[in-house]
T-cell receptor, first 114, second 118 residues
Framework: AQSVSQHNHHVILSEAASLELGCNYS??????LFWYVQYPGQHLQLLLK??????LVKGIKGFEAEFIKSKFSFNLRKPSVQWSDTAEYFC????????????FGQGTRLTINP | EAGVAQSPRYKIIEKRQSVAFWCNPI?????LYWYQQILGQGPKLLIQ????????DSQLPKDRFSAERLKGVDSTLKIQPAKLEDSAVYLC????????????????FGQGTRLTVV
């Protein structure tokens, strides 16, 4: 069964700082990878996803993520964060075989100070 | 396009009582999920349906939790009897046909039901 690990529980940055949130997964087969965001009081929304092709994927609001297959990683990046990026970020993976469950990491709380 | 609808938004019950949550997925979505999200943790998959069949319920505490998806559309999740540790947000999500393979789809989430067991 697949699992997801997010390295940072809580990240605090100032506006305009660069962001990188770590995500590693464990699964031996082919996977699809996702980053979801949950703004305060709102439901989970998709930031970006990787299915195949270019391992560098771009999402909404200037976010991007790079799939490094050899490292089983899918780290999220943003060159310059804004106060409005304050939210909880979740990495998720689904295996393409078997039950194709969507499994989430424990999340990273991001606080941006103005 | 209407999103995933869940009700109620909030529920407070005493331990040992029963509670039910309802989910209406996006029209045409074949896969439906129920997740439990405890404060400070990521969503934990409780059960996954494909149409009205169960694909995975390995993490559903079957002695107290049950779920059904009648006619492959709406779904209900029930807890009976509730325990203090069941306090969490219960999320419903759905995804369209073709999910999980090489097709470029995603899961869409509802607002969730916040359950407090006292």
């Amino acid at each position: 069964a697949q699992s997801v690990s997010q390295h940072n529980h809580h990240v605090i940055l100032s506006e305009a700082a660069s962001l990188e949130l770590g995500c590693n997964y464990s699964y031996g087969g082919t996977v699809n990878l996702f980053w979801y965001v949950q703004y305060p009081g709102q439901h989970l929304q998709l930031l970006l996803k990787y299915f195949s092709g270019d391992p560098l994927v771009k999402g909404i609001k200037g976010f991007e993520a790079e799939f490094i297959k050899s490292k089983f990683s899918f780290n999220l990046r943003k060159p310059s964060v804004q106060w409005s990026d304050t939210a909880e970020y979740f990495c998720a993976v689904n295996a393409r075989q078997g039950a194709q469950k969507l499994v989430f990491g424990q999340g990273t709380r991001l606080t941006i100070n103005p | 396009e209407a999103g995933v609808a869940q009700s109620p938004r909030y529920k407070i019950i005493e331990k040992r009582q029963s509670v039910a949550f309802w989910c209406n997925p996006i029209s045409g979505h074949a896969t439906l999920y129920w997740y439990q999200q405890i404060l400070g943790q990521g969503p934990k998959l409780l059960i996954q349906f494909q149409n009205n069949g169960v694909v995975d319920d390995s993490q559903l505490p079957k002695d107290r939790f049950s779920a059904e998806r009648l006619k492959g559309v709406d779904s209900t999740l029930k807890i009976q009897p509730a325990k203090l540790e069941d306090s969490a947000v219960y999320l419903c999500a759905s995804s369209p046909p073709g999910w999980g393979g090489a097709s470029n789809t995603e899961a869409f989430f509802g607002q969730g039901t916040r359950l407090t067991v006292v």
